[in-house]
């Protein structure tokens, strides 16, 4: 009698059906363990953003880093004052971002090398995003593309006229600016003061995004010949079901397009529902990335930090109720 030395067709067959039946089963759950891990480092990146936000604030009166700060261009003139000025980490030459400003607290990371090839961002970047998202910036050591030099983003959010941190152009907004150097966009910025935010466990200071997000709505840019806030507001909120035109504490957010192809998808208008803020350009919409099984990290002004799909009105406000 022959003795058999092998394994028959239909035997290898069923092993192979068996492997290819725990693949199925095991490569998700790995998928799923590596996306945990990487928003358990982007929590944790925000969280040590957030404590050196709060004592920068401790060294200024309990006023955080502006958005951005043009400290390298004259008042008057708006001439770069240092030639050989750059930014400590975005690498930009008129002023600094926010990752600067808070950079002595952080002391990790640059945007760029010397040559210009990205750098190693730190607690600037979150893995996740890094993952998905085209590198911002030409690549340019004598032109840095700064706020592309991260994956999170401040607030900048005017939902009803209520900013966790302020912007705007001449009168209160001059900086010690001459009005003839300022424009849309280009005004000036002012940190979080954390005396006027009434529920700072409610209010975000910052997301997953490009160095700003939140409905920007033109800040206080009227002159420039912008609507006040409250007015774009109601054109990029139409009544709808039981909400009335504009603020409602409940109502969530519009939410931004994730087109990952266009990198900087977060200075578009394009959004979730296809209605693009019904053509106001001074963004109605969330502006963050949702990479973390549809949901963003956000950073909150009392420094916790937590994972949402939506985000209602009243959390993009100061003390609104």
């Known amino acids: 009698m022959h003795k058999r030395t092998g394994f028959t067709l239909i035997e290898l067959l069923v ?22 891990a990487r928003q358990a480092v982007c929590q944790s990146n925000m969280k040590q ?20 700060s043009k400290n390298n261009l004259d008042g008057k003139s708006g001439a770069r004052i240092d030639d050989n000025y750059h930014a400590v980490f975005t690498g930009i030459r008129w002023g600094a971002y926010w990752p600067d400003l808070i950079f002595p607290y952080v002391k990790a990371g640059k945007s760029r090398t010397d040559t210009g090839a990205k750098g190693n961002r730190a607690v600037f970047s979150c893995p996740s995003v890094e993952a998905v998202l085209n ?10 593309n700064g706020w ?16 966790v941190a302020e912007e705007g152009m001449g009168g209160a907004f001059s900086c010690g600016q001459d009005i003839s150097v300022q424009g849309d966009g280009w005004g000036c910025a002012k940190g979080i003061s954390l005396a006027r935010v009434g529920h700072p466990g409610e209010s975000i200071a910052f997301g997953e995004g490009n160095v700003g997000l939140g409905p920007y709505y033109h800040a206080h840019y009227e002159a420039a010949g912008f609507d006040p806030p409250l007015v774009e507001e109601v054109q990029a909120y139409p009544a ?3 909400f009335p035109a504009g603020y409602s504490a409940t109502r969530n957010l519009t939410r931004s397009k994730q087109d990952y192809a266009n990198s900087q998808m977060a200075w578009g208008n394009e959004t979730e529902d296809g209605l693009n803020c019904y053509g106001i350009n001074g963004y109605c919409q969330d502006r963050v990335y949702r990479t973390h099984n549809d949901t963003a990290d956000y950073l909150f002004v009392d420094g916790h ?13 100061a003390s609104s109720e």
């Open 15 to 36: 092993v192979i059906a068996i492997i290819a039946i725990l693949a199925a089963i095991l490569f998700p759950v790995f998928a799923q363990a590596r996306g945990k």
């Open 49 to 68: 953003i957030g404590i050196a936000y709060m004592m920068y604030a401790q060294d200024y009166d309990e006023i955080g880093a502006p958005m951005w």
């Open 135 to 144: 590198d911002i910036g030409n690549g340019d050591p004598t032109n840095l």
């Open 148 to 163: 592309g030099s991260v994956s999170y983003g401040i607030t900048q959010s005017y939902i009803h006229d209520d900013p």
């Open 240 to 242: 709808a079901g039981s």
């Open 305 to 317: 930090v937590k994972a949402l799909r939506n985000t209602p009105m009243k959390i993009w406000t």
